[in-house]
């Protein structure tokens, strides 16, 4: 999941996590580095991340095309229950 939301959002994303994997990610979803932490062994992790942003279309919008979605369904079921109370039989 943390791959989707790098590439969604144009940003590195350093995970960390307490059990689990630990991952680096750069701005277009390459995994740059992991480290286990149910391998034996030594659990540090290193890698170079880029500093900076990509711009995304999502970081640029937001959630405006889903909201427009839910507008466009709110709307065709108006026109449906408006259509509906209008029919005589």
Excluded at 6 to 26: C, F, Q, T
Excluded at 76 to 89: D, H, Q
Aim: hydrophobic share 50%.
């Amino acid at each position: 999941m943390h791959v989707f939301r790098a590439i969604e959002n144009g940003m590195p994303i350093v995970r960390a996590a307490a059990s689990g994997l630990s991952a680096a990610i750069d701005p277009w979803g390459r995994v740059l580095s992991v480290s286990d932490y149910y391998a034996a062994g030594d659990r540090t992790m290193t890698a170079q991340l880029p500093l900076g942003r990509i711009p995304t279309l999502y970081a640029r919008t937001g959630d405006w095309f889903s909201w427009l979605c839910v507008a466009g369904l709110a709307a065709m079921l108006a026109v449906v229950l408006v259509g509906k109370s209008t029919v005589v039989p």
